[in-house]
């Protein structure tokens, strides 16, 4: 059974930083290429960032130099340190894993930029 959890989401004031976590079971990890999205309310899901097996990263204008992917493959996890937060990335954020015709998702975490 394939799961992505994902953990780290939370209440942070503006300015601040946070840490996601996406810890992958059931599959193979280190060829997936792994992704972040996020989905605001009332807003369609959107691409924040991603990492291949060679750790090529790509990122949404939005938060280049602000949020930064990384993996794990040891841990089969990877991680978006976001930092600079802004009242604009409240939204749950989703992992994504893809490889050839595989494509899964976690369940989503929230995260909340307020003061």
């Known amino acids: 059974q394939v799961q992505l959890v994902e953990s780290g989401g939370g209440l942070v004031q503006p300015g601040g930083s946070l840490r996601l976590s996406c810890a992958a079971s059931?599959?193979?990890?280190?060829?997936?290429?792994m992704h972040w999205y996020r989905q605001a309310p009332g807003k369609q899901r959107e691409f924040i960032a991603s990492?291949?097996?060679?750790?090529?990263?790509n990122y949404q204008n939005s938060v280049k130099g602000r949020f930064t992917i990384s993996r794990d493959n040891a841990k089969n996890t990877v991680y978006l340190q976001m930092n600079k937060l802004k009242p604009e990335d409240t939204a749950v954020y989703y992992c994504?894993?893809?490889?050839?015709?595989?494509?899964?998702w976690g369940q989503g975490t929230q995260v909340t930029v307020s003061s």
């Open positions: 990492i291949t097996k060679n750790r090529i990263t």
């Open positions: 059931g599959i193979f990890f280190s060829p997936y290429t």
């Open positions: 994504n894993g893809r490889y050839d015709t595989d494509n899964y």
